[in-house]
C-alpha cells in the first residue's frame, strides 16, 4: 500500500469522459414502487407502457353538430338544399340508440361517439333547423365528403402500440397519457438516498453568526438542490471528524445505510484533507482521484461493497460542477434513465475568454437564443471559489485545453443545466 | 342580460396578448411564509436580499501553501534561493496568531485566512522545505508578485449588495447564497391554491374499466401536473354536475375556498355546455369567452370576488394550451414573478406547416440544436383533440394567421415550455 502522504500528491489524472464511464458501472439501478398517478409526477418511470386499446377507442365527433351518411349529401348546394331528419340526439358520453337510415341525421355533440351508419359529421353552424310536419329536420346547402369532423379509431394509439419506455421522467403530459389508459397505479424507480456529508473546521452552521477565518456550509445545501432536482432523496448528515479512524467509520456507516455517499471538502493537498487520506486508504476501493478539468481536478470516486462515494471538492464552483459531471449522472443511471449526462448542444461564444489552461475547463455561464443562433456567455467570474455566479448559470461551457484562450464567435459545446430558466 | 344561449354563438374573439393583459390585473399576490431553507428549493422568494457583509469576508488563501510577504521573493532565482523561516501553521477555519515579520512564512492550507501582513501565497508545490539550526524553512527559487493566490475581501460581493430579487424562483445556486449568507429561515410566497374541475358526463374516473362511448378524465392529471410544475398547489375536486343552479352553487364554493379556480370542458357551444352557460350568467363576470387562437379558442376567463376563474376547453390539446398562455402567468404573477409568462425565442422551422388558418396556432413541437442554430419541429398530430404528443413537445411554435402555411427554413417564434428536456 502506497503511504496517503504520497497519493495525494502522486495522482492519476483521468480525462472526464474517462472518469464517468469508470463510474457509471457502479451506479446500481434501485428498485420499483408503485404510486398513485398524482404521486408519479416528477418521478422516473420503472417499466414500459403499451397501449391496453387503441385510442381513440370509438369513432369520436370532432364538432358540435349532426352525425350523417355524407352520400345523402351528393349534389346539394343552396339552390337545391338537402333535408334530413333528426332521429337522434348523442351528447358526449352516451351510445347512438337509433340506426340511421339514408335521409336523417343524429344531433351529436363534441367527443361523443358517432353511428356506425355515419361517415361524417356537418358542423351545427352550417345547418338550419326546421320542423316538418312535426318532425325535427336539418336544412343543408353543401355536400359534406366522407369522413369530415370524424376521428378515425386508434388516431393516436393502436392497442399494443409503446406509449412510454422505462426511465422516462413523468411530466403533464405523461400523467394525461397515463390517466387516459386508466394507468392509475404507476411503477416508477425507487429515489436513491443520497447521504451528503461536508467537511472541514472552517465551517460554520448556516444559523451560527459569523466568525473571523471561517465561513458558513452552503455547499451542503446546494448539493441537497442538486440532488433533489435529479431525483434523489438527500439525506444531510453531520460534517465528517477531522480523525482517520473517525471519518472512515462515519463514511462506512453512510456507505451500508444509504445508496450514495457525497462528500464536499477535503480532497486537495493540504495536511488537513480527511477524504484525500481516506480514499489512498484501505477503507475503499479508489476509482480516480484527480480529473483533466477546471474547476473540480481533485474530484474523487471510490466503491465500497458495490456503492458509490464520491468526494466533491469544497469549493463551490468546483463543488457544483462536480456534481454535475460525475453524481447526477450516476442518480440517473441509478433509476434506469437512458441518458444520464447533461444534454450537449453547440453554441457560438458571446464574448472572449481569456484564460489559459492545460485542462479543459467548465465555465459557467448564460445561454442565450439571438434571432435563432444559440450564443454562450461565460459568467465574469468563474474561479473555482466562487459562488455567486452558480445562481445565474443555465450551462457549463466547454472550453478545450488552451495556451490562446478563445476568441468571440467560436463554437463552443455547452452543457445544458437542468431547471435553468433558459 | 343576454340569453346564456345567444352568448354562445356571440363571442367577441380577442387576441391572446389582449386575453392575457386582461386576466393578469386580476392575479392578486399571496401572501409571504417563512420556510426552513433546505423547504425553500423551488420555491418563489418574497423579498430582495441583500448581503449582510461582503464576501468573501476575510482575505482567503486560494492556495496550499504558504503565506509571503512579496517584498521578501525580490531578485529570487534559482541561483539565488530565498529562505524563509516558517513561524505559523493556520488550516482553514482559523485565524493567524503570529504577527508575520520580513523574512518570515506562515504554512496555510486553502481557504484560511492570510495573515494581515502577508501579500501572496505561495503553492506548497513551488517550495522545498528544510530544517535550519532546527527550525522550519521554506526554500523560494521564483520571485512571487503582490497578490498571488489571495481572494480579496469582497471579491463577489459587497456589504449591501443585492443578492436576489423577489419573484426568483429558488434552486441549487440560490440556496448556497442563501447558506453563504446564513438566511436559515427564507421568505417565501405561498403556494397558491387552485381548484380543478373537470365536466362532462363521458368522463370516467381514471380507475373504471372502459366504456363504450366514453373516456377516462384525463385533462385532471395534465392540468394537476401543471399547476404543481408552474409552483401552484392542485387541489383535484368533483366534476361539475350538468345542471346550471349546481354548477354555479360549486363553482362559487370553490372561488370561496381557493385562490384561483380552473375548469376543463363545457365552453363550447354545445347543448350540454354548462360552463358556457355559467360564465353567461350572472354568477361571475365575464372576461373573455373566444380567443383569436388555435387550439383553444373557446379558452374563457371570468372573475368573481376578486379571484379569476378559467374555464379551458376540454380537448386535451387546447386544455394544455390554454393553461400555458393564460393560467400559468396568472399563478406566476400570484407568487410575484416579474415575467411570468414563457420564455419567447426565435428558431427556424424545421419542417413546413401546411394548415392554414385564421386563427395565431399555438403548434405543439420539439426543439433542436443543430450546429448552434435552433430549429423548431412541429409534432406530426396537432390537433385539438390530440393528447398523445403533449408528452413530446418543448415549445408552442406560434404560426400566425395565413392562407398558405408556413415553409421550412422560415423563422418562427417558439414560446419555451418549462420543464421539457430541451
Known sequence: MKSAD??????????????????????????????PLPEALGRILAERVTAPHAYPHFRRSGMDGFAILSRDTVGCHSEHPVFLEVVDEIPAGSVPTVKLKPGQAARIMTGAKVPDEADAVVMFEMTESIIREGKPYIQLIREIESGKNITPVGLELSEGDVILEPGRRLSAGELSVLATFGIHRVPVKKRPRVAVFSTGSELL????????????????????????????????????????????????????????????????????????????????????????????????AAVKDGKLLFALSGNPGAC?????????????????????????????????????????RFVRGRLEVRKGKLYAIPAELDESGVMITIKDSDALIVIPPSNTGMQAGEQVTVLKLPGSDF
Open 6 to 35: 504520497q497519493a495525494k500528491f502522486r495522482r492519476k489524472a483521468l480525462p472526464v469522459p474517462e472518469a464517468q464511464a469508470i463510474v457509471l458501472p457502479y451506479a446500481k439501478e434501485t428498485e420499483s414502487e408503485t404510486v
Open 205 to 300: 452552521r448556516i444559523d451560527e453568526p459569523l466568525q473571523d477565518g471561517r465561513i458558513r456550509n452552503s455547499n451542503t445545501y446546494m448539493l441537497y438542490s442538486q440532488i433533489f432536482e435529479a431525483g434523489g432523496e438527500p439525506i444531510l448528515l453531520e460534517a465528517i471528524e477531522d480523525d482517520l479512524t473517525q471519518a472512515k467509520a462515519q463514511v462506512e456507516a453512510a456507505i451500508a445505510n444509504y445508496d450514495l455517499v457525497v462528500t464536499t471538502g477535503g480532497v486537495s493537498v493540504g495536511n488537513y484533507d480527511i477524504m484525500a487520506d481516506l480514499l489512498s486508504s484501505d477503507s475503499v476501493e479508489m476509482l480516480f482521484n484527480k480529473v483533466t478539468m477546471r474547476p473540480g481536478s481533485v474530484t474523487s
Open 320 to 360: 457544483f460542477v462536480g456534481f454535475e459531471l460525475f453524481v447526477r449522472p450516476a442518480i440517473g443511471r441509478m433509476m434506469g434513465v437512458p441518458k444520464p449526462f447533461l444534454p450537449e448542444l453547440t453554441a457560438e461564444l458571446a464574448r472572449p475568454y481569456r484564460k489559459i489552461n492545460n485542462f479543459t
